[in-house]
């Protein structure tokens, strides 16, 4: 059941998807903030510009920008089987796509995990978004911490290989 939440907006109720979430972000930025704010907000500039056009390009839903961070999901707007497959060349192009921009290779690190969101509007009557919800969601965020620990640019869980 859809809910009006006014005459502009039809909220879109949580609902489970087999999908697949992808977590991105800049390696030390808190490094290059101290450095310099310019070098920072050129950084972020890239990420955020490079990835809101590679996710779309690859089917995907950006979910949301915070600070150094984009959320991103694959297969929860529209059913989809290849969900990691898309989710997984939207991260490998943003990876070649933003490293020459940064000094240090593995600059950018992608977590990426894959099973059963819980995705659909969330928020009040003045402001609402979309987004996804569950464990799939908390594990991406620790796979891409996991990755800037790691060393990697591109993480991902198990089920997420199974899927590809």
């Given at each position: 059941?859809?809910?009006?939440?006014?005459?502009?907006?039809?909220?879109?109720?949580?609902?489970?998807?087999?999908?697949?979430?992808?977590?991105?972000?800049?390696?030390?930025?808190?490094?290059?903030?101290?450095?310099?704010?310019?070098?920072?907000?050129?950084?972020i500039s890239s990420l955020v510009s490079a990835?809101?056009?590679?996710?779309?390009?690859?089917?995907?839903?950006?979910?949301?920008?915070?600070?150094?961070?984009?959320?991103a999901s694959f297969g929860t707007s529209t059913?989809?089987?290849?969900?990691?497959?898309?989710?997984a060349r939207a991260a490998q192009e943003l990876?070649?796509?933003?490293?020459?921009?940064?000094?240090?290779?593995?600059?950018?690190?992608?977590?990426?995990?894959?099973?059963?969101?819980?995705?659909?509007?969330?928020?009040?009557?003045?402001?609402?978004?979309?987004?996804?919800?569950?464990?799939?969601?908390?594990?991406?965020?620790?796979?891409?911490?996991?990755?800037?620990?790691?060393?990697?640019?591109?993480?991902?869980?198990?089920?997420?290989?199974?899927?590809?």
């Open positions: 059941v859809t809910v009006s939440m006014d005459n502009n907006h039809i909220r879109k109720p949580f609902s489970w998807r087999k999908a697949s979430v992808f977590i991105a972000n800049i390696r030390n930025s808190c490094k290059v903030l101290k450095t310099s704010i310019l070098s920072y907000e050129q950084a990835s809101a056009d590679l996710i779309l390009k690859n089917k995907g839903t950006l979910d949301l920008f915070l600070g150094d961070r984009v959320f059913s989809s089987f290849s969900h990691a497959t898309s989710c990876v070649s796509s933003c490293e020459p921009n940064f000094q240090h290779p593995h600059s950018i690190n992608v977590g990426m995990a894959s099973g059963d969101v819980a995705c659909g509007d969330i928020g009040s009557s003045t402001f609402i978004r979309f987004s996804v919800a569950g464990e799939v969601a908390n594990l991406a965020t620790n796979i891409e911490r996991a990755g800037c620990i790691l060393g990697v640019s591109l993480l991902a869980n198990s089920t997420f290989h199974k899927e590809i």
